[in-house]
Nanobody, 122 residues
């Protein structure tokens, strides 16, 4: 079992930055690939970024490539999402998720956090 708790969301102006954190419980965190997803009102949940268990492999949705950076600290059981050059279309609830394998498909993930709201004003 892995429990995930996101933090760091908030209201920011377009062009600003936020860093999301996802703290995981359990001693097996380092075995899991992690992903960040987001869901805007009336839209499906979409993949944002993913990172392998070791942190050596990262991958991003085209819409955030070059602006967002995913990282992890296995000693702290935490994964991060640094978001720069934010746009109003980045507004959504952001979720972290854990899975034993790297994947961009939400249905493949076994564990989810409760989400944190990110709002970008124009």
């Amino acid at each position: 079992q892995v429990q995930l708790v996101e933090s760091g969301g908030g209201l920011v102006q377009a062009g600003g930055s936020l860093r999301l954190s996802c703290a995981a419980s359990g001693r097996t965190f380092s075995l899991y690939a992690m992903g960040w997803f987001r869901q805007a009102p009336g839209k499906e949940r979409e993949f944002v970024a993913g990172i392998s268990w070791s942190g050596t492999t990262t991958y991003y949705a085209d819409s955030v490539k070059g602006r967002f950076t995913i990282s992890r600290d296995n000693a702290k059981n935490t994964v991060y999402l640094q978001m720069n050059s934010l746009k109003p279309e980045d507004t959504a609830v952001y979720y972290c998720a854990a899975n034993l394998h790297t994947t961009t498909r939400p249905n493949d993930y076994d564990y989810w956090g409760q989400g944190t709201q990110v709002t970008v004003s124009s």
